[in-house]
């Protein structure tokens, strides 16, 4: 079973940039397809990006599509969240997932791993 830990949250200025960490253990990361999710207080957890297994593709969610960029290095067992041109709303737990077996990237229920979430603010 992998085990996922995030990293790379705090506190942030809008327009301005963080990268998350999502770092594997127990398990080689290139098995995994990977997404990426958060929640704000109050609101649903919400898809944010997604990759296969080799990064050869990605998906986004429209709010962050052209801000956000996810990648990996299977050789670190780390995936990554480049997240620029934050605004206000970005505010919220972001959490990694993983998963084995292709399907609807940006259903959480589908994913089988999940890391314990950072929190990430951005002041206005």
């Known amino acids: 079973q992998v085990h996922l830990v995030e990293s790379g949250g705090g506190v942030v200025q809008a327009s301005g940039s963080l990268r998350l960490s999502c770092a594997a253990s127990g398990r080689t990361l290139s098995l995994y397809h990977m997404g990426w999710f958060r929640q704000a207080p109050g609101k649903d957890r919400e898809f944010v990006a997604a990759m296969t297994w080799s990064g050869g593709r990605t998906w986004y969610a429209e709010s962050v599509k052209g801000r956000f960029t996810t990648s990996r290095d299977n050789g670190m067992n780390t995936v990554y969240l480049q997240m620029s041109s934050l605004k206000p709303e970005d505010t919220a737990v972001y959490y990694c997932?993983?998963?084995?077996?292709?399907?609807?990237?940006?259903?959480?229920?589908?994913?089988?791993?999940w890391g314990q979430g950072t929190q990430v603010t951005v002041s206005p």
């Open positions: 997932a993983a998963r084995h077996l292709s399907g609807r990237y940006n259903v959480g229920p589908e994913y089988d791993h």
